[in-house]
């Protein structure tokens, strides 16, 4: 302790941390860890309500997307395990994008059965090229030819083995009569920041 710095009582710092802390650490700590985790806690969550009640939130307006509506298929002319190639929602890069009846009720899907789904063909691991890797047996589509991963398609694009961490973005799908239309993602395509800008 230096000559400019005030002792403190003995009493005050057993009754802070408690007999047993002083007892086992050996160490007049005004704070013990359980205390300073609280008290930061408690910090924290005051000054993030604090800011996120403040005027600027109120400024940010909402960012809404709007995509195209684009024709991509009839249901009658769709077979079964047989996928469609398409480009949604523009003819920019990574775009590339497959409609297939699986024969199997899926999530997302369409159709009398539910069955009819489509999907991003871009690996969202390192945009690795998914054509032509369709297995009609699992209902997915895999492996990526670069780290192997595999999606299930059943499940919204799952990814189900291999190096990626996201699922399949998925195309939202509309069904007018025996038309189908793409109306939407469901997901980030690979390469891009904003579906819409490429």
Do not use: W
């Not at 086992?24 to 930061?40: A, D, W, Y």
């Amino acid at each position: 302790m230096t000559k400019h710095q005030t002792p403190i009582d003995p009493a005050l710092i057993e009754a802070i941390n408690g007999p047993k802390e002083v007892a086992k650490t050996g160490k007049r700590c005004l704070m013990n860890r359980r205390q300073f985790l609280l008290t930061s806690g408690i910090t924290t969550f005051t000054v993030m309500v604090a800011l996120k009640a403040g005027p600027a939130s109120a400024k940010v307006p909402a960012v809404v997307s709007t995509y195209e509506r684009k024709h991509i298929g009839k249901l009658s002319g769709l077979k079964e395990d047989e996928p469609l190639d398409f480009t949604y929602p523009d003819d920019g890069a990574y775009s590339e994008s497959m409609l297939v009846k699986l024969g199997r009720e899926a999530g997302g899907g369409i159709g009398p059965d539910k069955d009819v789904v489509a999907f991003n063909y871009t690996c969202t691991h390192q945009g690795g090229p998914l054509q032509g890797t369709y297995k009609s047996e699992d209902k997915v589509l895999g492996p990526c030819p670069l780290h192997l991963t595999t999606f299930d398609l059943t499940r919204h694009g799952i990814f189900i083995s291999g190096q990626a961490y996201q699922s399949l973005p998925q195309v939202l799908l509309e069904l007018d009569g025996d038309d189908i239309y793409a109306v939407g993602m469901f997901g980030l395509i690979y390469g891009r920041y904003d579906n819409l800008k490429g």
